[in-house]
């Protein structure tokens, strides 16, 4: 099975994908994924959409959904080697914002999944 990385904005290695399971850089379990791209954590709570460009974005005017019925937690894999950063993204337009950003503004830095 192989590994998909995410990235935040900057470019900075946040996450990785395996199967339908995120993990922080450490094989921390983060949550999971429904519906191809919806990321939920390991709480339950919906948090964004990985994009196709490995970003985990949310939609700050989106209402708010239920929150799931939390998973039992997969046994960690193996760390997969870190990736080299990637060049910075374009700004994300509004109402996006960037779920691994250490830049954002306002009440919703509390929500950022780390």
Known sequence: ????????TSGRFVAFVRGDN???????????IENG???YDKAGYFKGYI????RVVR???EMPRLRRL???????PIPPIPPLPRLPQFPLPLPYEDVFDERK???TNRDAVR
């Open 59 to 61: 939609n700050v005017q």
């Open 1 to 8: 099975m192989s590994y998909r990385y995410l990235f935040n």
């Open 22 to 32: 995120v993990f922080n850089p450490q094989s921390n379990w983060l949550g999971w």
């Open 70 to 76: 939390p998973r039992i937690p997969p046994i960690p």
């Open 105 to 107: 503004r306002g009440p």
């Open 51 to 54: 994009l196709d460009d490995d």
């Open 37 to 39: 791209n919806e990321f």
